[in-house]
């Protein structure tokens, strides 16, 4: 996705849903379809660049899916206060990385050569 092509974001969750459908995980969709519509909206907004968006599902009987958005800007996204307060119901932005935290099994950052990933995994035992 080329930087700021947000109309690239629902191309991407459709794309998603269908790959988790044909992993035999669509209940996942949904939540997967949420964060991962987060972090590639951060990466496209916030970035010099633009964004690769890779989901993967590990095997066996504990099957991860682990969606990551690799971006070319290396500066980390800023850690939120400990009781920092939060954005104001009519805020229009400054929630993405609170839902992931919320909603994720586990998430990161990662630092990638010019660039950074940001992930989350999820568990297909939901599912």
Not at 25 to 37: K, S
Not at 59 to 65: F, I, S
Not at 106 to 125: D, H, N
Request: charged share 25%; net charge positive; glycine share 10%.
């Amino acid at each position: 996705m080329a930087r700021a092509d947000l109309r690239a974001v629902a191309d991407t969750r459709r794309r998603l849903r269908d790959q988790l459908r044909q992993w035999g995980v669509p209940a996942l969709a949904d939540t997967a379809e949420l964060l991962a519509t987060e972090i590639v909206t951060n990466a496209l907004q916030h970035t010099g660049g633009g964004a690769v968006l890779t989901a993967t599902l590990s095997q066996g009987p504990a099957r991860r899916l682990r969606v990551e958005v690799h971006d070319t800007l290396a500066r980390r996204p800023p850690p939120r206060p400990q009781g920092a307060v939060p954005p104001a119901d009519d805020a229009t932005s400054g929630r993405g990385l609170l839902l992931v935290e919320a909603l994720a099994d586990t998430w990161g950052i990662q630092a990638r050569g010019a660039g950074k990933t940001v992930w989350f995994e999820l568990g297909a035992r939901a599912a």
